[in-house]
Antibody, heavy 117, light 106 residues
Framework: EVQLVESGGGLIQPGGSLRLSCAAS????????MTWVRQAPGKGLECVSV???????YYADSVKGRFSISRDNSRNTLYLQMNSLRAEDTAVYYC???????????WGQGTLVIVSS | DIQMTQSPSSLCASVGERVTITCRAS??????LAWYQQKPGEAPKLLLY???TLESGVPSRFSGSGSGTDYTLAVSSLQPEDAATYYC?????????FGQGTKVEV
């Protein structure tokens, strides 16, 4: 059974850094298309970063230069390193995996990041 | 990035009614379109992909159609449990982009 469990969220001051983790089970992270999607309070969904099985990476313009996606094959875990955090980065962050093509068939429960002083 | 525009932003319909939600992409996405349902406090759930392929376990009252830049999600007979926000998403090019969502009240 595919499972995704996010962790690492919390309250952080503007300008600070946070690393989110997404522990996967039931499949291999390194061979799958994985993404981080966020949702600000009361708002819609935004894909902030993706990593293909082959290692190609993309970022949304809103986080480019501040966020970094990576994976640890030995831990079967996906990460999102978030630096220079801003109030507008406040959101629930979901990790998700593609099923079949690039549509997102598997989602974690999300982890809440609050950027506030 | 490809922009996705959904309409309407919200709707209210009665049980048994047919409802449709439209999604327009800023460029052609060759059916690389998915629809998701999200209920409050939950992660999104995949309903359809490839514009019209129903995900396993999703009720057959949900259907999708469209091509090029214009796509539609239809619910043939609205049920109380369909109250949710619905999002379209293009996965034609990275980073994937979502529509702004349509809140459906029943």
């Amino acid at each position: 059974e595919v499972q995704l469990v996010e962790s690492g969220g919390g309250l952080i001051q503007p300008g600070g850094s946070l690393r989110l983790s997404c522990a996967a089970s039931g499949f291999t992270v390194s061979t799958n298309y994985m993404t981080w999607v966020r949702q600000a309070p009361g708002k819609g969904l935004e894909c902030v970063s993706v990593i293909y099985g082959g290692g190609t990476i993309y970022y949304a313009d809103s986080v480019k230069g501040r966020f970094s996606i990576s994976r640890d094959n030995s831990r079967n875990t996906l990460y999102l390193q978030m630096n220079s955090l801003r109030a507008e980065d406040t959101a629930v962050y979901y990790c998700a995996r593609a099923s079949g093509g690039y549509h997102l068939g598997y989602w974690g429960q999300g982890t809440l990041v609050i950027v506030s002083s | 990035d490809i922009q996705m525009t959904q309409s309407p932003s919200s709707l209210c319909a009665s049980v048994g009614e047919r409802v449709t939600i439209t999604c327009r992409a800023s460029q052609g996405i060759t059916n690389s379109l998915a629809w998701y349902q999200q209920k409050p406090g939950e992660a999104p759930k995949l309903l359809l992909y490839g514009a019209s392929t129903l995900e396993s376990g999703v009720p057959s009252r949900f259907s999708g159609s469209g091509s090029g830049t214009d796509y539609t999600l239809a619910v043939s007979s609205l049920q109380p449990e369909d109250a949710a926000t619905y999002y379209c998403q293009q996965y034609y090019s990275a980073p994937q982009t979502f529509g702004q969502g349509t809140k459906v009240e029943v």
